[in-house]
């Protein structure tokens, strides 16, 4: 378990060291949508407020559209390809890092810790359904 996550850091770092300095703010981005749906997913009662995200992508200074971008391959990757849009390589890639890293953390706080945890901080993102 430990080399799987010296191995996905290392992948990790390899990408983020090839991708642009305007990506990296991306990459973070990506993972905090990612995290925000997975929490919407995982955690009962939870919804996503996605408008909210478009706003912190706005704030981040990402361009147009990046949300649904990442949306579309988030949904993409994580049905098979049956929802969603195949996006760029590198977008792909940052999803696949985020979702493994997602996973890991998952596992290591277990789903109910990894729950508590991140309704704190995704507040902005995320809110009690109804």
């Known amino acids: 378990m430990r080399n799987g996550l010296r191995y996905t850091l290392t992948i990790a770092a390899l990408l983020a060291g090839a991708a ?18 997975a929490t ?9 407020a996605y408008q909210d995200l ?24 994580h049905t098979g390809g049956k929802m969603g849009q195949k ?21 290591r706080l277990g789903m109910s810790n990894w729950c508590e945890e991140h309704k704190k901080t995704l507040a902005g993102f995320i809110r009690p359904k109804g």
Do not use: W
């Open 20 to 37: 642009s300095a305007s990506a990296e703010p991306r990459h973070i981005y990506t993972t905090m949508v990612l995290e925000a749906f």
């Open 40 to 48: 919407k997913v995982e955690c009962q009662g939870i919804d996503v």
């Open 54 to 77: 478009v706003q912190k992508a706005q704030d981040m200074h990402l361009p147009d559209g990046t949300t649904e971008k990442v949306r579309n391959a988030i949904a993409y990757m």
């Open 87 to 107: 996006q760029d390589d590198a977008l792909m890639a940052e999803v696949a890092i985020a979702t493994q890293a997602i996973d890991m953390d998952q596992r």
